[in-house]
T-cell receptor, first 111, second 112 residues
Framework: ETGVTQTPRHLVMGMTNKKSLKCEQH?????MYWYKQSAKKPLELMFV???????ENNSVPSRFSPECPNSSHLFLHLHTLQPEDSALYLC??????????FGPGTRLTVL | QQQVKQSPQSLIVQKGGISIINCAYE??????FPWYQQFPGKGPALLIA???DVSEKKEGRFTISFNKSAKQFSLHIMDSQPGDSATYFC???????????WGAGTKLIIKP
């Protein structure tokens, strides 16, 4: 595997479910990001981890819970989501604050 | 102050023509302005970037023009090709080293 990978690519969940999104980067970077992408809106930065420490948390609802166990892996734990949380969730990585490399995203649908 | 405004929302250009996408910002502290390209089913990928100490940067058919006094920057795609059809995002690096402020995107279609 090369670059940034994300699993699953598609996820449908009910409002009472608990699920997790996984991101893995194979680039040796020290920073990882979660973004939310909705149609016709700017990308919304959710969380940033640098050297496994959370450095940004942009007022994201607590129903989204990130976890960064090491510099190569990033998770986004989801629980009791709302239909308006349906979107494409993108993971990215970078070396320091340089160019961000993105994964293909997880298309999330909340019923 | 933390917004980047991008226009147009969508753009159709004939093959061989010039595609132009514009962005404007308010925060004079921004000091790094990348453009990302996104194809369906893929994440965004860095296309070209500029810092405010230069007014233009060219890489192949892609050029960024930067007007610091007007707080505007634009992407020009020369000799546009059908393979350039994608969504383009401008961005600016904000007060935090890790926080890119994104435009809303431009869906570009190049007609053969």
């Amino acid at each position: 595997e090369t670059g940034v990978t994300q699993t699953p690519r598609h996820l449908v969940m009910g409002m009472t479910n608990k699920k997790s999104l996984k991101c893995e980067q194979h680039l040796g970077h020290n920073a990882m990001y979660w973004y939310k992408q909705s149609a016709k809106k700017p990308l919304e930065l959710m969380f940033v981890y640098s050297l496994e420490e959370r450095v940004e948390n942009n007022s994201v609802p607590s129903r989204f819970s990130p976890e960064c166990p090491n510099s190569s892996h990033l998770f986004l734990h989801l629980h009791t989501l709302q239909p308006e949380d349906s979107a494409l969730y993108l993971c990215a990585s970078s070396q320091e604050s340089n160019e961000q490399f993105f994964g293909p995203g997880t298309r999330l649908t909340v019923l | 102050q933390q917004q980047v405004k991008q226009s147009p929302q969508s753009l159709i250009v004939q093959k061989g023509g010039i595609s132009i996408i514009n962005c404007a910002y308010e925060n004079t502290a921004f000091d790094y302005f990348p453009w990302y390209q996104q194809f369906p089913g893929k994440g965004p990928a860095l296309l070209i970037a500029i810092r405010p100490d230069v007014s233009e940067k060219k890489e192949g058919r892609f050029t960024i023009s930067f007007n610091k006094s007007a707080k505007q920057f634009s992407l020009h795609i020369m000799d546009s090709q059908p393979g350039d059809s994608a969504t383009y995002f401008c961005a600016a690096l904000g007060d935090s080293n890790y926080q890119l402020i994104w435009g809303a995107g431009t869906k570009l279609i190049i007609k053969p």
